[in-house]
């Protein structure tokens, strides 16, 4: 089945503690994106990769780093989380190609609930 | 930067009623445009989508969006709701000329009364 998975669905961790969520996706999908999801502000794009060590800036991305090592695979890291961080993570792939039946089209993940006390 | 506008945060239709959400965006070209949905607990799902073929649009579920350049809009209707409508719709906007953000609008949340 065509996936995107996010691990974990749910975590709650302490100020200051690095975490990894991790992304991956079995399409082979050139283009990965992650999204944050808060009440009233809808989804604000954190960073995306347009392939294998190539990733950019969305709107909202200090305290976020994100890899591209591998085309599958693109985790998102937290390296000291703070409270203003808990939020619904989304980590979404598409084909790069802007034309065609599939392209532009996102596939989500189930999202990852991050609670930072 | 794109700019996604969604009027009414919250929609409540009764089940059988006509379903409208608005969406407007900024951009000066005619960019991709994109109706997703989530239902609780779920992770986002493609509705339907405008790619610069025809303005009108049909998705699952018997959606429809029409895009109209001169308003800068593409709506999303539905002649009648049903219970299984109710769930939370985003607009989208991806650049046409460089494709590589999407933008998304702030959500409006359907409810449908029985």
């Known amino acids: 089945e065509a996936q995107v998975t996010q691990n974990p669905r749910y975590l709650i961790t302490v100020t200051g503690k690095k975490l990894t969520v991790t992304c991956s996706q079995n399409m082979n999908h050139e283009y990965m994106s992650w999204y944050r999801q808060d009440p009233g502000l809808g989804l604000r794009q954190i960073y995306y990769s347009m392939n294998v060590e190539v990733t950019d800036k969305g709107d909202v991305p200090e305290g976020y780093k994100v890899s591209r090592k591998e085309k599958r695979n693109f985790p998102l890291i937290l390296e000291s989380p703070s409270p203003n961080q808990t939020s619904l993570y989304f980590c979404?792939?598409?084909?790069?190609?802007?034309?065609?039946?599939?392209?532009?089209?996102?596939?989500f993940g189930a999202g990852s609930r991050l609670t930072v006390l | 930067a794109q700019s996604v506008t969604q009027l009414g945060s919250h929609v409540s239709v009764s089940e059988g009623a006509l379903v409208l959400l608005r969406c407007n965006y900024s951009s000066s070209v005619p960019p991709y445009l994109f109706w997703y949905v989530q239902y609780p607990n779920q992770g986002l799902q493609l509705l339907l989508k405008?790619?610069?073929?025809?303005?009108l649009v049909k998705g699952i579920n018997g959606f429809e969006a029409e895009f109209k350049k001169s308003e800068t809009s593409f709506h999303l209707t539905k002649p009648s709701a049903h219970m299984s409508d109710a769930a939370e719709y985003f607009c989208a906007v991806r650049e046409s000329n460089t494709g590589n953000q999407f933008y998304f609008g702030t959500g409006t949340s359907l409810t449908v009364i029985p």
């Open positions: 979404a792939s598409s084909f790069r190609v802007v034309s065609g039946p599939g392209a532009n089209v996102l596939t």
């Open positions: 405008y790619t610069s073929a025809a303005t």
